[in-house]
């Protein structure tokens, strides 16, 4: 094959990908979807770049292999009276092309493919930093220097259809065994890294729509990032067998705009958002303005509060307690 042939065929090949690469795609994926999806990341739709890119050479191929195939057989058929050549043995013209193209197109899909792979695992620059901890069968979530650490597992009405045989159908159940009772809440726009581990056995912490998959390993930190572009709701699974209820814990993200997650972030610490006018003592209903200040200051540290021994019995101690007892990360 000649230069400037490849060169267009190449560009043959762009042409024809391009329509494909401007369709959008939702996160979750339809039914009877036979391609893979774009997600909601920057890395996500480098992968899907870098897929289209391989499909199309792949179709190519195919379509020229397939078709000198099909012109052979066809118009050097028996009935025809064609005689076949039993005396060819090899022809290095045809072995010399045979290798050199296949080297030039994997050559061609590597440099696009390397500079993707290198820009996935930068993760210099990041804003946030959450820990991601696999353990048989829930994931925990710790937020780096927040003080925000809590568990998710399958969500309570996925566990009941499952155990009771009951036989689930998706306009009753739509997110049977993709629904988690503690969501993994991100801000969007935002470089987020993980560092991603394991307490127990080898788990895979997978959310196709953010574009990767990362085993959460015992004994060893691997790591990740993500920039969520729209806000959101992504699911994922472990994927890496884990035991007998490994495909009973789910992930689902949820990602939602800046400041959205800031007030989150701030009552999942049972705290009014560092930001927000405190409001005076003594106003009624509002439970953190009643905290005592030893205690507003050892949450802003990061500290366990020190709950004082006059305070209510009731909302203000249960306020600013962690949000639930997390175990141990390992
Ligand atoms: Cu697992």
Redesign the pocket.
Known sequence: MKAGCFKQWAAGVAVMALPVLAQAQAADPKPWQLNMGKGVTHLSQNAYEAHMLALWICVVIGVLVFGAMAVAMFRFRHSKGAKPDTSFTHSTKLEIIWTVVPVALLVLMAFPATSKLINMYDTRDAEMTVKIT?YQ?MWKYDYLGEDVGFTSRLDRTSDEIRQSGAQPNMADNPHYLLDVDNMLVLPTDTKIRFVITADDVI?AWWVPALGWKQDAIPGIVNEAWTEIEAPGIYRGQ?A?L?GKD?GF?PIVVKAVPKDEYRQWLASQRGTPDAEAPVVPAGAEGNAPAQLDPQMLEDIQQGDEPTVPVDAAPDAPAEEAAAPEAAPVAG
């Open positions: 696999g069968w788990h472990c890496e884990c490994h814990m």
